[in-house]
């Protein structure tokens, strides 16, 4: 029984490892558009569009992911409480020792 459970919670990591790789790929990918739609507002002079893509572009959500540690599942746990945190104005500072 018990080994059967760490065998589920495994996997389950893996599959949640693997969601928080996708998530990178999708950020930078989002990042990249955000990026071209800008240059097409600048260009035609769309200063609001400049500006809410601007805004966009700064959501911590879309920033790179830090990694804090070599446990994946560890930082996939701290980078959540660093968007809580940044959600309700809280300051989040992390220590951790590998």
């Given amino acids: 029984m018990v080994k ?43 200063d609001s569009v400049v500006d809410y893509v601007t805004k966009i572009k700064e959501l911590p959500a879309l920033q790179n992911r830090i990694r804090y540690c070599k446990n994946p599942m560890l930082d996939v746990v701290l980078s959540r409480y660093e968007e809580l945190c940044y959600e309700r104005g809280i300051a989040f500072q992390v220590e951790v020792r590998d």
Avoid: C, N, S
Wanted: aromatic fraction near 6%; hydrophobic fraction near 35%.
């Fill in 4 to 46: 059967q459970k760490k065998e589920a919670e495994g996997v389950y990591f893996k599959m949640l490892e693997g969601k928080y790789d996708d998530q990178r790929v999708l950020i930078h990918d989002l990042r990249r558009h955000l990026t071209a739609i800008k240059g097409l507002a600048q260009e035609q002079g769309a």
